[in-house]
């Protein structure tokens, strides 16, 4: 199974998380920054991206994200991950997941990695459904400690996707 694990990262978090899950997989991480849609090909698509303001794609994301419209993932799983704040933004936590997932069931990604919503305290997500998150949801402001657990939990249940 090819693997390419894609990110978009202002403060870094995003970018060590997808240098994480793309050593697991023996691949190398990329900015979105510098794809094209010609890069989008593998069989299974990580796509990272921290959410920002209210619920915003991180800017690299903002730019590369029409580039998906160009791009037929029929057949490809993808799976997304991020960050946000549950606290301070607790009304559009890690919406930028539900954004990412949206656009890639659009284009006919199947989507894989959805996970539990228990342990998290928000009030709302776009990235919330069918009562699970749509990909991982991270939050290093408010719980940093269950990062590294929750990436390597995640990790497993791709390489059986």
Do not use: H, P
Not at 39 to 55: H, Y
Not at 63 to 88: H, M, P, R, T, Y
Not at 124 to 137: E, N
């Amino acid at each position: 199974m090819s693997v390419k694990v894609f990110f978009g990262s202002s403060t870094g978090e995003t970018e060590s998380v997808a240098n994480q899950i793309a050593k697991a997989f023996g691949v190398d991480a990329v900015s979105v920054a510098n794809a094209s849609a010609a890069d989008f090909d593998a069989d299974l698509l990580i796509l990272g991206s921290s959410t920002w303001g209210e619920g915003d794609l991180q800017d690299d994301w903002l730019d590369k994200n029409d580039a998906l419209d160009s791009v037929d993932l029929s057949g490809k799983k993808v799976a997304v991950f991020g960050f946000g704040d549950q606290e301070s933004f607790s009304g559009t936590y890690c919406n930028a997941l539900g954004t990412l997932a949206e656009k890639a069931v659009s284009r006919g990604a199947t989507l894989v990695g959805q996970t539990s919503t228990d342990g998290y305290a928000y009030d709302d997500s776009t990235a919330v459904k069918d009562g699970q998150f749509v990909g991982l949801a991270l939050d290093n402001m408010n719980q940093s400690d269950k990062t590294d657990a929750r990436v390597a939990a995640w990790i497993e249940v791709l390489k059986n996707a």
